[in-house]
């Protein structure tokens, strides 16, 4: 199956379980996994999306950090170049959506790419840590410059095998939530 067909059909299954319960807990679980490694204890400097409805709620993640004083950086992308770097987030108020409708930091922060931690987003992920994102590139391109740990929070129907190319870039982290 190619990544695109891939993509097309996990999207569907995030989206179909964002409607159901187990979502929740799923959700919880993984935040409870991520807030107990030791990557997240001695990060200081942190990198994390804000999510999607379908995809695993950062949002809580996100005030927990915030909560346990650490510097919260979420993407500032540039969608002409293709480009991507790491704008701080000092409040969950100061968010707005941008033209493709994906929140952005509104308020005037800190602009990095120096990070001690990097949780990584995607749609499909193989056990090595490979990923398929929604295909602009920006993550594999960001993090073939960039060293940092990095850890991505996803569901078991996520983890599928597909070829790998050359710029793809593995998490070294997969932390993994049962959904049924």
Do not use: C, W
């Given at each position: ?82 480009t991507m770097s790491f704008k701080g ?80 870039q593995p998490v070294q982290k997969l ?6």
């Amino acid at each position: 199956m190619s990544k695109r067909s891939l993509r097309k059909e996990i999207i569907k299954k995030m989206k179909q379980f964002s409607e159901q319960e187990q979502k929740l807990s799923a959700d919880q679980y993984l935040t409870q996994q991520l807030l107990n490694l030791s990557e997240y204890k001695s990060a200081k400097r942190i990198g994390i999306v804000l999510s999607m409805a379908h995809e695993v709620d950062t949002y809580p993640i996100i005030s927990k950090m915030l909560n346990d004083d650490k510097n919260v950086y979420v993407p500032e992308t540039d969608y002409k170049t293709k480009t991507m770097s790491f704008k701080g987030l000092d409040d969950l108020s100061n968010l707005a959506p941008d033209d493709k409708g994906i929140n952005y930091v509104t308020s005037n922060t800190e602009i990095t790419n120096d990070l001690d931690l990097l949780i990584v987003p995607g749609v499909v992920f193989n056990n090595k840590g490979y990923r398929i994102g929604y295909g602009g590139g920006y993550f594999d391109k960001f993090l073939s410059h960039h060293q940092q740990p990095t850890i991505s929070l996803i569901y078991d129907f996520q983890i599928n095998d597909f070829e790998i190319e050359a710029h793809d870039q593995p998490v070294q982290k997969l932390i993994i939530a049962a959904t049924h």
